[in-house]
């Protein structure tokens, strides 16, 4: 789908079949409370109001309600082709017919559309199981193609507006036993309130989401205002009651609008003569503001970022909404697949169902209170990764950087305390080429020029050896030594494996030497390299481990220093800690990602996949590349610079579909979940 420009509003004044026909009204009352309030300007306008013919007679007549639907079509035809979003203000729902057969018909050389259907009843009857009668309780039968067609605009012989398994009903509560029948006959995916109040209208939706865009070339979103609870949308035909929260509807309004293959949205049966405190029309009018809001964000996102926050960034030119386990998609409806899994963060993929379920329900539960309480969920956290990492205790932060700041706290204080190093003389050894983070101290033995340029003076006690060179760290050690840190594979440094054995011969010297070994697992660690740890491959047993990235999917930041007891116990009550550290929000998504990561025996999978993909690079044999090299899906392609510029391959790749970043201006990192 193209680009849409404005947002047009059109009003379907029809109470046509409506049990109370003054529904009809309500458009026009919406279009003057928009002029009074001056919101009709810029990129929303009012493009027409399409009125039923209003006969003498207040009897209903079919070919009323046909003429209608086919003139709404036609607006809504029109203004789908010329690449604006629309929004319907119906009256009664069977506006559905109109508006759906003009989108439907604009956009058929395309593909087929979705639908998200958000209502209190099914509006599934067919002439034959109706109880009253009313048009306004079928049509999404006769959008289906099922029912008596013809009473609505839709060809009695014509292919159903929408295939059932690109729609979604959301929130019914109302509905006949026939409607239910003829809906799960069909396969439409109905989320009766009952699930939404289980599993949450922000999950839901999410799900609606994916569904109805899977093999579409775009979606619509009609919501019948009944869906809300009557308390807070009191102005409609049939309220029901326990409905929808007001501000959870405008919430997931936001997140389809966000979806640049949105094509419009409907919004039916306001009844302006029951809104005496106008709460109805207040909440459609957020409804209205909440899509403009989207569709501005999704034209001016790159130049809002560029506007407002600082340039440490270098992004690739792409905008990206949504993902789902190995795929993301932009906001113009492209997918890719992800390479670059959030520098291995999203390991476990976007959206994983489980540790979005596990979020959800805990941050309804308890999300933060502090480590000045115990919780239920970081202790059973805290034992699994002991027992995988084999350390004996743990101590939960938030961002890599956090968990390396606290494994140098923990190192210089050991030193002093048990090594017994004269006080301010400890020194860490770390390697050429590391990446620990971002922190004064981190960034302080970083030989990186750029990443320390301008940010001194740093800590002292800090010396440096090449990575990979297990002589030079014996040499190294002196008696003030506290910590060698080191990780198993460099990986911002450009995916840099060291020698064979090389961590085992350092973890002997360590050893030797009363030395600590502390290995940042912050990016190899969890299962990326085809191990819990990294270190594992050689049998390594550090004094002291940190994780961080995959801990959680990629949902909440968490991180964590593992460590011996004897290194761990240096550490007493105020001397170190953080407010979000070990918040049961993160520990619970932590929780469940390592229960997803043993289950579904996704190390294995790292393995296996990674030398699958590793072979395939090799005999890519291309000029451009210097070096392949990996382990697990953790794999780096070195092209030769002087021949290719490595952010215009990446550019090249992302027109392709394939999301990866360049480290160092030479290596492609190959990382998928
Ligand atoms: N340690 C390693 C090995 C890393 O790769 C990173 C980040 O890339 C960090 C630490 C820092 O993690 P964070 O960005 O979460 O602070």
């Known amino acids: 789908m193209s680009r849409p420009h404005s947002i047009q509003l059109i009003g379907a004044a029809c109470g046509l079949g409506s049990p109370d026909q003054r529904c009809a009204e309500g458009p026009e009352r919406m279009r003057w409370r928009l002029a009074a309030r001056r919101k009709l300007h810029g990129n929303l306008v009012w493009r027409e109001t399409v009125h039923a013919y209003a006969g003498t007679s207040r009897r209903f007549q079919h070919s009323e309600l046909l003429a209608f639907d086919r003139q709404l079509a036609r607006v809504v035809h029109d203004t789908v082709a010329e690449a604006s979003r629309f929004i319907v203000l119906g009256g009664d729902h069977s506006c559905a017919l109109g508006t759906w057969q003009g989108a439907t018909r604009a956009l058929a050389a395309e593909g087929p559309l979705g639908l998200i259907w958000i209502d209190a009843h099914m509006d599934a009857h067919t002439p034959l199981t109706s109880p009253s ?15 008596a067609t013809a009473v609505f605009s839709v060809a009695e012989n014509a292919p159903p507006l929408f295939a059932p398994e690109h729609v979604c009903l959301i929130g019914v509560r109302s509905f006949e036993p026939e409607e239910e029948r003829l809906l799960k006959k069909l396969g439409v995916r109905v989320y009766r309130m009952r699930e939404v109040e289980k599993r949450g209208l922000t999950v839901v939706m999410a799900e609606a989401l994916q569904h109805v ?8 979103l009609t919501v019948d205002l009944d869906a809300v609870d009557p308390h807070e949308a009191p102005a409609v035909t049939t309220p029901v009651a326990h409905g929808l929260r007001a501000t959870e509807l405008i919430e997931v309004v936001a997140s389809a ?8 949205v409907e919004i039916a049966e306001y009844n302006p003569h029951n809104d005496c405190e106008s709460r109805t029309a207040e909440l459609i009018q957020t409804l209205i503001e909440t899509v403009v809001a989207a569709e501005y964000i999704l034209d001016h996102s790159v130049e809002l970022e560029e506007r407002y926050c600082a340039h440490n960034y270098a992004p690739l030119p792409v905008v990206l909404t949504r993902g789902r386990g190995v795929y993301v998609w ?13 520098y291995s963060a999203v390991s476990l993929g976007h959206a994983h169902p489980q540790l979005v379920s596990a979020l959800t329900e805990q941050a309804s539960r308890l999300s933060l209170v502090s480590r000045g309480y115990f919780t239920d969920r970081l202790g059973p956290l805290a034992q699994r990764l002991c027992e995988l990492t084999g350390c004996a205790r743990m101590l939960p932060m938030n961002t890599g950087a956090e968990a390396v700041e606290t494994a140098l706290k923990a190192a210089r204080k050991w030193a002093y305390k048990i090594k017994h190093v004269p006080e301010g003389r400890a020194q860490i050894i770390s390697c050429a080429g590391n990446f620990h983070g971002r922190t004064i101290a981190i960034v302080g033995m970083s030989s990186e020029a750029q990443y320390r340029d301008g940010f001194g003076p740093f800590p002292q006690g800090f010396v440096q050896i090449p990575y990979g060179d297990s002589a030079a760290l014996e040499q190294a050690i002196t008696p003030y030594t506290a910590a060698f840190l080191v990780e198993p594979i460099q990986g911002e440094s450009g995916i840099v494996l060291p020698p064979a054995g090389y961590l085992a011969e350092c973890a002997r010297i360590c050893r030797e030497r009363h030395v600590l070994l502390l290995c940042d697992e912050v990016q190899t660690g969890l299962g990326r390299t085809g191990k819990w740890l990294a270190c594992q491959h050689e049998n390594v047993q ?7 990235k995959a801990l959680s999917g990629g949902l909440v930041p968490i991180s964590a220093f593992l460590a011996s007891e004897e290194l761990m116990s240096v550490f007493t009550p105020g001397d170190h800690g953080s407010t979000f550290g070990g918040n049961p929000l993160a520990c619970a998504v932590a929780l469940e990602t390592l229960n997803v990561l043993q289950h579904e025996h996704l190390l294995d999978s790292a393995a296996e996949h990674g030398d699958y993909l590793l072979q395939k690079l090799e005999q890519l044999r291309s000029p451009f590349v210097r070096h392949i090299r990996g382990k697990g899906l953790f794999i780096g392609v070195e092209l030769d610079t002087q021949m290719v510029d490595t952010r215009a391959v990446c ?6 579909g394939i999301l990866t970043k360049d480290t160092h201006e030479t290596v492609l990192r190959f990382a998928p979940p």
């Open 213 to 220: 865009q899977n093999g579409t070339a775009g979606f619509g």
């Open 651 to 656: 550019e090249v790749l992302l027109r392709h």
């Open 257 to 264: 609008a966000r979806q640049r293959n949105l094509v419009g």
């Open 330 to 342: 932009d906001t113009a409806g492209k997918r890719y697949i992800d390479m670059m899994s959030a």
């Open 133 to 147: 009668g009313n048009r306004h309780g079928m049509p999404l039968a006769a959008l289906l193609g099922t029912g």
């Open 542 to 548: 550090p004094d002291g481990v940190m994780v961080g």
